[in-house]
C-alpha cells in the first residue's frame, strides 16, 4: 500500500496560498467552529500532554492547546507550505521548541513516532484513501485519546465531493476527496480499544472523541520496551 501519487498532489491543493489564508483566517477569528469542538473536550487533558497533530494544517490545534498546558506536540503532513506556516505561528506565539515539525505520509511513518496523549485528524480522514490503515496507526501511536473530525454523510456532501474529483481529474491531480462511512469509523476503533466519550457536529462536520478503555493499554512499540 502506498498514498505517494495521492499525497504529493496534496500539495497542489493544499499550497502557500490557502496556508496563508487560513493563517490570516485563524488569527482574525480563532479556530474554525468545527476545531472549537474538537478542542472543547481536549482542554482539560492538555495539562502535561503529549500532542500528535495528523494533518494538522496550520497548527491550530497546537497553538490552542499550548495555552492549556500542552508539553509537547508533534505536526506530520503531507502539506510542506502548511508546515512552514505551522512553524511559523509556533515561533511566534513562543512555543516553537516545544513543537516539531514532521512532512511525509503519516501511515507509513507512523513508527517513527513516540506515542503521545492525544492524537487529533481535523478534516483529515476525507483526504486519505485508506481509512483501515490510518486509523490503526492512529489508534497505535495515542495513549489516551484520539479525536477526528470529519465530513458528514449529506446529499450535499456526497454531491459537492464529486464535483471536486471530477475537478481534480481534469487537473490531472491524484488527490481525492473521501467520504468514509462513520459506522466504519466508530467500528474500528472500538476494535481497537477506544470508545466514543463525545460527538458533536456541525452543517457539514462530525466531531468525536473516542478514548482508550482503561482495560486495554497499548503494546511497546520497537525501542520502548522496558
Same mark, same amino acid.
Given at each position: 500500500m502506498t498514498c505517494c501519487g495521492h499525497c504529493q498532489d496534496a500539495e497542489g491543493f @493544499?499550497?502557500?496560498w490557502t496556508a496563508r489564508r487560513e493563517l490570516r483566517r485563524y488569527r482574525r477569528k480563532g479556530p474554525t467552529k468545527s476545531t472549537q469542538l474538537l478542542l472543547g473536550p481536549l482542554r482539560p487533558d492538555a495539562g502535561g500532554a503529549t500532542l500528535l497533530d495528523v494533518g494538522g494544517g496550520i497548527g491550530a490545534i497546537q497553538h490552542e492547546l499550548f495555552g492549556e498546558g500542552l508539553a509537547e506536540a508533534v505536526? &506530520?503532513? #503531507? *502539506? *510542506?507550505?502548511?508546515? #512552514? &506556516?505551522a512553524r511559523k505561528e509556533a515561533e511566534r506565539s513562543g512555543h516553537g521548541e516545544r513543537a516539531a @515539525? &514532521?512532512?511525509?505520509? @503519516? &501511515?507509513e511513518m507512523s513508527g517513527e513516532f513516540s506515542r503521545a496523549d492525544l492524537v487529533t485528524l481535523d478534516r483529515v480522514i476525507c483526504c486519505y484513501p485508506y481509512l483501515e490503515a490510518l486509523l490503526e496507526a492512529s489508534m497505535d501511536r495515542a495513549r489516551r485519546v484520539v479525536g477526528l473530525v470529519y465530513p458528514r454523510e449529506r446529499w450535499g456532501t456526497r454531491m459537492a465531493m464529486k464535483v471536486g474529483n471530477f475537478w481534480f481529474r481534469v487537473r490531472g491531480s491524484a488527490f481525492r476527496l473521501y467520504l468514509h462511512s462513520p459506522d466504519?469509523?466508530?467500528a474500528l476503533l472500538r476494535e481497537g480499544g477506544f470508545e466514543l466519550e463525545e460527538r458533536a457536529h456541525t452543517f457539514i462536520w462530525r466531531v468525536e472523541i473516542y478514548r482508550r478503555t482503561a482495560g486495554d493499554r497499548p503494546r511497546p512499540s520497537r525501542g520502548e520496551e522496558g
Open positions: @493544499f499550497n502557500d505536526q &506530520v503532513d #503531507a *502539506s *510542506s507550505p502548511y508546515l #512552514a &506556516v @515539525f &514532521v512532512h511525509g505520509d @503519516f &501511515v466504519r469509523v466508530g
